[in-house]
């Protein structure tokens, strides 16, 4: 007779301890430790990178089209004339009648005389009709002054850039780069009706609104 078979019983496989380190890395306790330290890195990248934008200055954005006019020419390339520029703009508001011409109603505003325009002209431009002067004003004896007025309605809009020659007498030069400002600006864009310029200005000087082209006045 066929000696009896045991039956075999498999052994459990053996596992080997888990040391404390180990078991302790995949705990909750330190997902949430992991998490954390995440969560502050990105924090500080953020803030790092809000410290690099908020050092810009912040833009500026035109009150009216006279003052964006002056923003467009420091948009690149900016206006950059070999002697100094240096502009101002204005709009006043309900002072003259609907209809008045805009030469006239800047004679009445600046006060100037006859005397004081070396040129005058007028020139139509998208829905405006512009009155440009170059004006020598007594007492600034190398300066010049190059205006830009136009009628919004009752309203007076101008443009004022000073230029800073180098004698009494209006140059070539500043003719020359007059002629560059005005086709700059003067563009039927910049004179739509019903919209300003899409244009900002950032200004190192929170007390600048305005830039200055060329080089520094002295």
Do not use: K
């Amino acid at each position: 007779m066929p000696p009896s078979l045991s039956p075999v019983v498999p052994r459990p496989p053996r596992v080997a301890p888990v040391s404390g380190s180990r078991a302790r890395a995949g705990s909750p306790r330190s997902l949430w430790i992991a998490l954390g330290v995440v969560v502050v890195a990105a924090t500080a990248l953020g803030l790092g990178a809000l410290d690099a934008l908020t050092r810009r200055p912040p833009p500026l954005l035109p009150r009216h089209r006279a003052e964006a006019l002056c923003f467009a020419l420091a948009q690149p390339p900016a206006y950059a004339p070999p002697m100094t520029v240096q502009p101002s703009a204005a709009l006043v508001r309900g002072r003259f009648g609907a209809g008045i011409p805009a030469g006239y109603a800047i004679q009445e505003l600046m006060g100037f005389s006859d005397d004081c325009i070396l040129r005058s002209w007028t020139q139509h431009v998208g829905d405006f009709v512009i009155a440009i002067h170059w004006l020598r004003l007594p007492g600034a004896e190398n300066e010049h002054w190059l205006v830009l007025a136009w009628m919004e309605g009752a309203d007076l809009a101008v443009c004022n850039f000073r230029f800073t020659g180098a004698s009494r007498a209006l140059s070539a030069e500043e003719r020359a780069w007059g002629q560059r400002l005005i086709r700059r600006v003067l563009v039927a864009d910049n004179f739509q009706q019903a919209a300003l310029p899409a244009v900002a200005l950032r200004v190192a000087d929170d007390r600048t609104t305005m830039p200055t082209f060329g080089p520094p006045a002295h």
